[in-house]
């Protein structure tokens, strides 16, 4: 059972404003240099430019955020580290399992967007380490999928947004609103399932603890098996989140 969390909805629309501020900012530098990637590429630099308008501003506001509220990342991630090693274990094992029902998820959506003629798409992040070649590169990638998108994404979905909608007495709008908005940030037609039955297990776990470090390494796993099967095979069908 979830504990009441204090936030101030003006505090949530300036993070919010500020994230999509920080996207926005970046398409449109990436449109006055006259960056267009063609399909099926990526544009290292931008990628990386992208990742910190979105992971590195993100980390910022949230940092903002739990300032406003006067609290510290330990309240907020998770304030009952005496359960440290259950936390984990969860966590790990929900990654794992998450791992494997967003894989068969993946493959049902491919057949079904093969029939209808749509070529299933990586994402972005999963074709940028397809043509990585250089291990700073590569080590970029993994600090990005494994630490700090999954701190960044759990805080603002299961952490903040979640909560908020639940406060509000809507508890199903809550679940199924921000998982599916999780799923659509990462803008992927293929893993959009995928990533709203994740994020639907993300908050379930969350509610089952009351500790964001669960989700947090449940995230964190997921995207390190992810990462570890697409540098040793080249490719793969589930995208990270």
Known sequence: MLTVKPWKIESILQLLLGVFGSITFTGMFAGALGYKAEPGQIDHVMMMVGAISVHGVGLLWLNWFIKDHQLTWKQVICDRFS???????FGVTAGIT?????MYLGGVIARVLIHFTVEPEAQST????QSSISLPWIA???VL???????????????????????LGHPRMAL????????????????????????LGLTWLYNRTDCLLAPILAHS?????????????????????
């Open 83 to 89: 359960r440290l090693p259950a936390m984990i274990l």
């Open 98 to 102: 998450g791992f494997y029902v967003c």
């Open 126 to 129: 999963v074709i940028a380490l």
């Open 140 to 142: 970029f990638f993994g």
């Open 145 to 167: 999928s494994i630490v700090l998108a999954p701190i960044v994404e759990e805080i603002v979905f299961r952490g903040i947004l979640y909560p908020m909608v639940r406060q």
């Open 176 to 199: 199924w609103g921000t998982s599916i908005l999780f799923a659509a940030s990462h803008a992927n037609l293929q893993a959009f399932v995928p990533l709203t039955a994740l994020a």
């Open 221 to 241: 796993t997921f995207n390190a098996i992810n990462f570890a099967l697409t540098i040793h095979f080249g490719a793969f069908s589930t995208a990270g989140s």
